[in-house]
């Protein structure tokens, strides 16, 4: 790959902070490394730490399954070891790292997904209550599969599926989705929304609390002796439980039962596997007109007031539209009632974060089946990010070779502008601005993807 970067140093007028080795200034070399690595190699290594910082929260989850593969495990070694000190001063090679990994980060996707399904069945579309059940509740939050179905499993040999209600939060929401969840009656519905709320969801949820994975916060002392970690999870003065859930089923079992209460639903559960057999019909919507635009937007929550930006556009999204999400962000805009399509629903939530991969699997197989070049697919991708598995999903796009990706609410900080200069000129990456100005620009436009995309092959 031969991608031109501008000088960095003192020129690009941003400073930089490295402390990793003993020839570190006091205080961390800035401006340059004593080694020579000027703010621009600083800002690409960084970039590609915290690109596999996400792509090691998808393998591990994927290999506590099982499920394991040598390349990943190799690539994140590799990775690392090109930042050690005076290894790589080459910023092509580093630029080359950063699409390796979003190739990486694809097949960490493709591997959960094959982790997830062959253990729990492929997910079908539910509606998940959103009100509560009577009962003692667990709040169960994160990412960790694994831990709700082992939870699940020891409510039910300990005979207490009758007394226990065991609710959702955030990520863990499209467990419900899965036929080998949906087998366990303690499983209800889902509590709150995404984890920016969640100091105020849980102080609110009167039962026991399991955080599996990020996000979780700190706890205040309304629920602090309520909660519990496990997994990858952990929290100064909480109690970790790993395997053994009896110390939280039994707090559960202390605190006051929830009375029965509606309050509507979610859908979640859209997944390849269930939209592709939709594919002829999509596909004479598209033909016909009746669907103009394809919107992918998810991602994270983020505590910034820029996520607005999220809820608005997702309202103003024409009729003849539709939305593909994924991630926590969708809180923000997962309420309401987008309607059908001639049966295709507007808006479908794919899950988690790495089931973006079901997403990608979609556009692919749109663009086949359209005879179109993915040029010319009518598709706009918005991501929201907050931490790392979100770069490293941004890595896999680049790496797919799909330009015009808007990203916010802000640009990465580890980016110096010359760098976020570098990603524009050669992906067109693009900062939100408004809703308004952006959706104009969106559905008078393609998504534009190199004629070279994998996704072509
Ligand atoms: S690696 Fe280079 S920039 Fe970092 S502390 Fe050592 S000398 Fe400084
Ligand atoms: S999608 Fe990102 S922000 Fe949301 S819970 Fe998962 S890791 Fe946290």
Redesign the pocket.
């Known amino acids: 790959m031969a991608v031109k970067v501008p000088k960095g140093g003192k020129e690009a007028g941003v400073l930089?902070r490295?402390?990793?080795?003993?020839?570190?200034?006091p205080g961390?070399?800035t401006f340059?490394?004593?080694?020579?690595?000027d703010p621009d190699l600083?800002s690409l290594q960084e970039a590609l730490i915290y690109g596999i910082k996400g792509t090691a929260a998808y393998y591990y989850h994927a290999y506590e399954l099982g499920y394991k593969d040598d390349e990943i495990g190799f690539f994140l070694s590799k990775a690392l070891y090109s930042t050690l000190?005076?290894v790589n001063f080459d910023k092509n090679r580093f630029l080359e790292l950063i699409l390796e990994n979003g190739r990486i980060h694809l097949k960490a996707m493709e591997l959960l997904d094959k982790a997830y399904t062959e253990t729990y069945g492929n997910p079908e579309p539910v509606k998940v209550p959103t009100g509560t059940d009577e009962g003692h509740g667990i709040l169960v939050t994160g990412h960790t599969y694994r831990a709700l179905y082992e939870l699940l499993k020891q409510i039910r040999e300990m005979g207490l599926e009758d007394q226990i209600r065991v609710y959702t939060h955030s990520e863990m929401l499209p467990a419900h989705s899965y036929p080998e969840f949906r087998k366990f009656k303690s499983l209800y519905g889902n509590w709150g929304g995404s984890w920016v709320y969640q100091r105020k969801e849980f102080t609110e949820f009167p039962g026991a609390i399991l955080g599996t994975s990020n996000c979780v916060q700190q706890p205040p002392k309304s629920y602090a002796d309520r909660m519990f970690t496990t997994d990858i999870a952990g929290l100064e003065g909480v109690p970790h439980l790993e395997n053994d859930y009896e110390p939280l089923i039994k707090r559960a079992l202390e605190t006051p039962k929830m009375e029965k209460r509606d309050d509507g639903y979610i859908v979640t559960g859209f997944h390849h596997t269930n939209v592709l057999p939709l594919m002829d019909k999509l596909i004479e919507l598209i033909n016909e007109g009746k669907i103009r635009h394809v919107f992918v937007i998810g991602g994270c929550d983020v505590p910034n007031p820029k996520m607005s930006y999220y809820e608005k556009l997702t309202a103003m999204v024409p009729e003849d539209a539709i939305i593909l999400s994924a991630a926590c962000g969708k809180f923000r805009y997962n309420r309401r009632d987008y309607g059908e399509i001639e049966g295709i629903p507007r808006f479908m939530d794919f899950g988690q974060c790495n089931n973006v991969y079901s997403i990608i699997q979609i556009a692919g197989a749109l663009a086949k089946e359209l005879d179109v070049g993915l040029n010319e697919l009518p598709v706009s991708i918005v991501l929201s990010w907050m931490e790392q598995k979100a770069i490293g999903i941004l890595y896999s796009l680049l790496y797919l070779g799909i330009k015009g990706i808007y990203i916010g609410p802000k640009a990465p900080e580890f980016f110096t502008p010359n760098i976020f200069e570098t990603l524009r000129k050669k992906f067109d990456l693009r900062l939100i601005s408004e809703p308004e100005e952006d959706l104009k620009r969106m559905l008078n436009s393609t998504t534009a993807v190199s004629e070279d995309s994998p996704l072509l092959d």
């Open positions: 930089m490295c402390d990793q080795c003993s020839m570190s200034l961390g070399c340059r490394g004593i080694c020579g690595k600083n000190t005076n």
